[in-house]
């Protein structure tokens, strides 16, 4: 039950920062009336700001606990876009966004952390514990976007950053409620880098490559459908929402039925899961019409119901199992890889999308989709022999 704190706070908090994520391409130019140059380079800092970000958060929440990170994350969010709200000018809002995605790893990191550690270690608790996890980020996702466009067109972005300071202060006594023991080895062990590892270095090239091919629904999926299908924008969105809506609605009972499956059948149902996610991108390609993106849609949102919790769930074991004293950092390794992952991701698509033309773009995008699924034979082989 008390990973439904967690889950309460993931609502609130991603209900109102999706909003501020949604528009804020939009904000750089419009608000800030940013060059083209400096959005690049406010983009660019997104490598360096994750990597420093999640390395501090894995040390924070071996320090001090994971509790007492996640309140810091929230009270340090909430005060910087308060100040967002005030502060205008171009370089201004570089520099509370900037400092907004840095704090947001700190709270990926440990909350992801204090969600294992409010469950057993055992395979089937930790799947609904982190399907909840992951339900409450896609129902704040759901929410989220509809608030930050409301407020957008009506009052202005600068009402949005006043949304998201709210929802992460609101959200801090709620976070006071969690009774997570502290590992005091920690504090005698303390480190500031991790030596992962060949288990944790696994995860990792899985959580990379899982947020790579997943991100394209973003950035690859609307560019693609946009260009060369010529699917109106208005209509792109519904459909961006639609995997929202079906990951809320499906996570948690799909958490449970997983949970009460054996190990056996589990590779199985993690395999055909995979399956999905990777192959979905060719239902775009061939079908190339409206029918293609809503068999899209529906596969990877499937996909992503059935693989987020079981991936997260053996981050955690894995964490907990080789590197005990450091917890927090080989969580905080994990999630800095599935950042990487998500924010190479674009980066790599919109250089496919300048050299060659869309079509064998996706069809790149496609073949990237098979390498994920043979690399996900790792979370399969760890199921199998039971390494976690």
Same mark, same amino acid.
């Given at each position: 039950?008390? +990973?439904?704190?967690?889950?309460?706070? /993931?609502?609130?908090?991603?209900?109102?920062?999706?909003?501020? *994520?949604?528009?804020?391409?939009?904000?750089?130019?419009?608000?800030?009336?940013?060059?083209?140059?400096?959005?690049?380079?406010?983009?660019?800092?997104?490598?360096?700001?994750?990597?420093?970000?999640? $390395?501090?958060?894995?040390?924070?929440? +071996?320090?001090?606990?994971?509790?007492?990170?996640? %309140?810091?994350?929230?009270?340090?969010?909430? @005060?910087?876009?308060?100040?967002?709200?005030?502060?205008?000018?171009?370089?201004?809002? !570089?520099? !509370?966004?900037?400092?907004?995605?840095?704090? /947001?790893?700190?709270?990926?990191?440990?909350?992801?952390?204090?969600?294992?550690?409010?469950?057993?270690?055992?395979?089937? +608790?930790?799947?609904?514990?982190?399907?909840?996890?992951?339900? &409450?980020?896609?129902?704040? *996702?759901?929410?989220?976007?509809?608030?930050?466009?409301?407020?957008?067109?009506?009052? =202005?972005?600068?009402?949005?950053?006043?949304?998201?300071?709210?929802?992460?202060?609101?959200?801090?006594?709620?976070?006071?409620?969690?009774?997570?023991?502290?590992? @005091?080895? /920690?504090?005698?062990?303390?480190?500031?880098?991790?030596?992962?590892?060949?288990?944790?270095?696994?995860?990792?090239?899985?959580?990379?490559?899982?947020?790579?091919?997943?991100?394209?629904?973003?950035? =690859?999926?609307?560019?693609?459908?946009?260009?060369?299908?010529?699917?109106?924008?208005?209509? %792109?969105?519904?459909?961006?929402?639609?995997?929202?809506?079906?990951?809320?609605?499906?996570?948690?009972?799909?958490?449970?039925?997983?949970?009460?499956?054996?190990?056996?059948?589990?590779?199985?149902?993690?395999?055909?899961?995979?399956?999905?996610?990777?192959?979905?991108?060719?239902?775009?390609?061939?079908?190339? /019409?409206?029918? &293609?993106?809503? #068999?899209? #849609? $529906?596969?990877?949102?499937?996909?992503?119901?059935?693989?987020?919790?079981?991936?997260?769930?053996?981050?955690?074991?894995?964490?907990?199992?080789?590197?005990?004293?450091?917890?927090?950092?080989?969580?905080?390794?994990?999630?800095?890889?599935?950042?990487? =992952?998500?924010?190479?991701?674009?980066?790599?698509?919109?250089?496919?999308?300048? !050299?060659?033309?869309?079509?064998?773009?996706?069809?790149?995008?496609?073949?990237?989709?098979?390498?994920?699924?043979?690399?996900?034979?790792?979370?399969?082989?760890?199921?199998?022999?039971?390494?976690?």
């Amino acid at each position: 039950m008390k +990973d439904k704190i967690i889950f309460s706070i /993931n609502i609130i908090r991603f209900s109102s920062l999706t909003a501020i *994520w949604t528009y804020t391409g939009i904000a750089l130019y419009d608000f800030y009336h940013l060059s083209t140059l400096l959005v690049i380079i406010f983009y660019s800092l997104g490598y360096p700001i994750l990597v420093i970000s999640y $390395i501090l958060a894995g040390h924070l929440t +071996d320090s001090i606990g994971s509790r007492n990170t996640i %309140i810091i994350s929230l009270f340090s969010t909430s @005060t910087v876009l308060f100040l967002g709200f005030f502060l205008t000018s171009g370089i201004e809002g !570089i520099i !509370i966004l900037s400092i907004q995605a840095f704090l /947001n790893s700190l709270y990926v990191t440990s909350s992801s952390t204090a969600t294992g550690a409010l469950s057993s270690r055992s395979v089937k +608790d930790l799947l609904l514990s982190f399907s909840r996890f992951r339900a &409450g980020i896609n129902l704040g *996702w759901v929410i989220g976007p509809i608030l930050g466009g409301l407020l957008y067109y009506y009052v =202005g972005w600068e009402y949005i950053l006043l949304l998201g300071s709210l929802g992460n202060l609101i959200s801090i006594p709620i976070a006071y409620k969690l009774n997570i023991k502290r590992n @005091t080895n /920690n504090s005698l062990h303390r480190k500031y880098f991790i030596k992962p590892s060949k288990y944790l270095m696994e995860i990792i090239i899985v959580q990379f490559i899982f947020a790579f091919v997943g991100s394209q629904v973003l950035f =690859g999926f609307t560019v693609y459908s946009t260009n060369i299908l010529k699917i109106s924008s208005l209509l %792109i969105g519904y459909f961006i929402s639609l995997n929202s809506v079906i990951t809320a609605l499906f996570q948690e009972p799909i958490g449970r039925y997983m949970a009460k499956l054996n190990l056996s059948h589990l590779k199985y149902l993690y395999m055909l899961g995979s399956f999905a996610f990777s192959m979905s991108y060719l239902s775009i390609f061939y079908p190339g /019409n409206i029918v &293609g993106l809503t #068999i899209f #849609i $529906i596969f990877i949102s499937l996909g992503e119901i059935i693989l987020n919790p079981i991936i997260l769930s053996v981050s955690y074991i894995i964490s907990f199992k080789y590197h005990s004293k450091e917890i927090g950092m080989a969580m905080g390794s994990t999630r800095m890889a599935e950042g990487l =992952g998500r924010a190479f991701s674009t980066s790599f698509t919109a250089y496919l999308f300048f !050299i060659h033309d869309y079509e064998i773009s996706f069809t790149l995008l496609s073949l990237v989709g098979v390498i994920g699924l043979i690399i996900n034979r790792v979370i399969y082989n760890s199921l199998k022999n039971e390494v976690i």
